[in-house]
């Protein structure tokens, strides 16, 4: 695996790399790397000549100072795994790398963000959107790999590519979950022990919304949902929401929709957990 911490040298690199016709396959993670990072390359491996990997934890996309500042950054564990991935290529840039200037384009993402994390996380989508957008100048893939974990982060990557005609094909991956259903986080290792076993309520809390709306029973759905919550006063739920997978807009009929996402965020002990869960609903009634 080569490792790059300038962007300029892995242009050059790349551009030679292209002139073989060698595909690209991109993926950029913020490190901390679980088997849901892995499942990306994975995939990248199998549909692209060249794998590049990112390894940056961007300050532009947190809007709170100790979540960015406790972000896991075990960077000798995630050499070693995404050498093991047969990642080819890893870029690794500094933050003066990426932005060398304070940049001046904001980009907002209209009512794709009004809602959900874009709701909570004022700005994140902004600086999700620059980084994406000048990885994917630097690297210019053939295919880009994200996860469904971050739903409302692909839509928006998503229309980015759209409106500003990247040539670049970009691929949704399933979520990856620990046995108990939880999915896989960097940020479920800053949970404690005592409270982890926890944590998987979130995906119960997906399943039991899910058997509500299939039985076409939305309008009990919110209550069933308060009072599961009641069960978890350790989790301080931020959002849960119903909305069609593609728009993201909410769902109040459910029969109008081809294929919804159900989606929560909640606090475990400070720690910011998101699930969800896409379906094309068949309906038990
Ligand atoms: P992050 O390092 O958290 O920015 O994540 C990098 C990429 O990995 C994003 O596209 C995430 O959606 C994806 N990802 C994170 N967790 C999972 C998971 N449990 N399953 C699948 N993909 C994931």
Not at 120 to 142: E, M, Q, S, T, W
Not at 170 to 188: D, H, T
Not at 257 to 266: E, K, L, Y
Request: with cysteine.
């Amino acid at each position: 695996m080569q490792i790059f911490e300038s962007a300029s040298d892995l242009i050059s690199h790349l551009k030679e790399l292209r002139r073989n016709a060698s595909s690209i396959g991109f993926v950029p993670t913020m490190g901390a790397l679980h088997q849901g990072h892995l499942s990306l390359f994975e995939k990248s491996k199998a549909e692209n000549d060249t794998t590049v990997g990112s390894i940056f934890v961007n300050p532009l996309q947190f809007n709170n100072s100790s979540d960015l500042s406790l972000y896991p950054r075990p960077i000798d564990k995630d050499m070693e795994m995404l050498h093991k991935a047969g990642c080819n290529i890893l870029f690794l840039p500094s933050s003066e790398e990426m932005y060398p200037l304070a940049p001046a384009l904001k980009m907002s993402f209209g009512p794709l963000e009004e809602s959900m994390e874009g709701r909570y996380r004022p700005g994140h989508f902004a600086g999700v959107g620059l980084v994406v957008a000048k990885f994917f100048n630097i690297i210019r893939p053939d295919k880009a790999y994200f996860g469904q974990k971050d739903l409302q982060q692909f839509s928006i990557i998503r229309q980015m590519v759209q409106d500003l005609s990247f040539n670049i094909q970009l691929r949704c991956c399933p979520i990856v979950r620990e046995e108990n259903g939880l999915a896989m986080s960097s940020r479920n290792a800053r949970l404690s022990r005592k409270k982890r076993h926890l944590a998987p309520a979130l995906y119960a809390s997906l399943q039991l919304a899910k058997k509500y709306i299939e039985s076409d029973k939305l309008e009990e759905l919110e209550a069933a949902v308060k009072e599961f919550f009641l069960q978890y006063p350790d989790l301080k739920i931020d959002y849960f929401e119903v909305v069609d997978s593609e728009t993201l807009t909410e769902v109040k009929d459910v029969k109008k929709h081809q294929s919804i996402a159900i989606c929560v965020a909640a606090y475990l002990e400070e720690v910011r957990l998101i699930d969800n869960l896409v379906f094309e609903p068949t309906y038990t009634s």
